[in-house]
Each structure stands twice: as structure tokens, then as C-alpha cells.
């Protein structure tokens, strides 16, 4: 019987590289000059740490052009609040990778929802689909993308 799995991941080698640009572009640019501004990446979580909010809201939009540029979707960031104590301030930004068990929830209930032949069954961090017809597998990937999801999903593990 064709299934597929309904996942949201990201290279994190992409991201690691990302990173990395981000913080050599910083040390170059003329306004981080002296101020200590830099990116930290600690698993899935990024780091940003500098002088002021402001020179926070750079660097975050040079992290957003890296990531773009390596084919990292902008959807899996979540970013926190900064905090500014004193003369630092810093801000944590999360790369986001696997599917929480309430979107589970939220996709498995679209799907059945659709009246569609196939059953999807929530497996760890990701959804399993299943069903006779490829035609209908079809369907639910082209319904999952124009569903109202604020994470970036992707569909692979096609089987026939």
C-alpha cells in the first residue's frame, strides 16, 4: 500500500554553514567594528549577541539573507525575545526540526477532514499517510501545502 511521511527538517549543515557566514560578514562590516557581535550555534539554537537592539535587528536580517541563501526555509526560525542587560544585548533564535505532537494533531485532523481514502497516523515527530491510490496521496500533499501551517513540512519516504 503507498504511504509517505509528512516531516519539517532542515539541512543543519546548511545552517551550521550559515552561521558561519553571517558571523565573518559581522566581523568585516564597518558598524560591528569593536562592538563584540557575534553568532553563537549551539545545536538548534542560534546565539545572537551584541552591543544594542538595534544592531540586533542587523544581524538578524544578515542570519535571514544566509539562511536564504543556502536553502534553509525561513519558517523553521522561531525568535525569542531580546534581552538588553546593561551593555549587552542578546537575543536566541531557534531553528525549528520535527513536527510538535498538537500540529500532528492539527494535520492528521485536515487530512480526515478532506474525506480523502487514506489514514495518517502520527509516528514521533512526523505524520504517516497512507492509502490505495497514489492519486489520493497526491491530493493530501497538494491540500497539506495550501493548509494554514506556520512550519515548513516536506514529503518524502514515498513508497508504492
Do not use: W
Amino acid at each position: 500500500m503507498p504511504s509517505f511521511d509528512v516531516v519539517s527538517d532542515f539541512d543543519a549543515h546548511e545552517a551550521s554553514n550559515a552561521v558561519d557566514q553571517a558571523n565573518r560578514e559581522v566581523n568585516t562590516r564597518f558598524d560591528f567594528k569593536g562592538t563584540g557581535s557575534k553568532f553563537v550555534l549551539d545545536g538548534q539554537l542560534i546565539t545572537l549577541t551584541s552591543q544594542s537592539e538595534f544592531q540586533l535587528q542587523q544581524m538578524l536580517d544578515i542570519l535571514r539573507q544566509k539562511l536564504a541563501k543556502r536553502g534553509v526555509d525561513l519558517g523553521c526560525l522561531e525568535e525569542r525575545d531580546a534581552e538588553v542587560t546593561g551593555s549587552e544585548a542578546r537575543q536566541v533564535v531557534v531553528l525549528r526540526k520535527g513536527i510538535e505532537s498538537d500540529l500532528a494533531r492539527k494535520l492528521v485532523k485536515i487530512i480526515k477532514g478532506s474525506k480523502l481514502k487514506v489514514q495518517a497516523a502520527i509516528q514521533g515527530d512526523q505524520v504517516r499517510v497512507t492509502g490505495k491510490k497514489r492519486d489520493d496521496l497526491q491530493s493530501v500533499i497538494a491540500l497539506l501545502k495550501d493548509s494554514d501551517v506556520d512550519l515548513p513540512l516536506q514529503y518524502e519516504n514515498f513508497r508504492d
